[in-house]
Nanobody, 124 residues
Framework: VQLQASGGGLVQAGGSLRVSCAASGRTFSTYAMGWFRQAPGKEREFVAAINWSGGRTYYADLVKGRFTISRVNAENTVYLQMDNLKPEDTALYYC??????????????????WGQGTQVTVSS
């Protein structure tokens, strides 16, 4: 599976942005998908995840209520809608695929494939 993240950019605090992750291959629907982010000088942290069917979603406490993860298996794409953005959301956002039909993990090491990252910058 190859992943291509896109949609990052510069937005003012309180604004919204949607990032996308397009996957290659015909097995996309068998993977759980996750979004992680990494700010300069910090470790990569979990943001959100969605199971293979899209029926279950999981969020980090820091983004719960502001971010929404979704997927369209027919389009091999996973989305992260980010609302009410804050300057502390500034980071490089990565999508990742976890070869599981169970509950997706919230640790980077559990994911099998990674995209290249898309930069999100929130100005105050």
């Amino acid at each position: 599976v190859q992943l291509q993240a896109s949609g990052g950019g510069l937005v003012q605090a309180g604004g919204s942005l949607r990032v996308s992750c397009a996957a290659s291959g015909r097995t996309f629907s068998t993977y759980a998908m996750g979004w992680f982010r990494q700010a300069p000088g910090k470790e990569r942290e979990f943001v959100a995840a969605i199971n293979w069917s899209g029926g279950r979603t999981y969020y980090a406490d820091l983004v719960k209520g502001r971010f929404t993860i979704s997927r369209v298996n027919a389009e091999n794409t996973v989305y992260l809608q980010m609302d009410n953005l804050k300057p502390e959301d500034t980071a490089l956002y990565y999508c990742a695929a976890d070869r599981t039909l169970g509950v997706p993990a919230n640790i980077p090491g559990s994911y099998d494939y990674w995209g290249q990252g898309t930069q999100v910058t929130v100005s105050s």
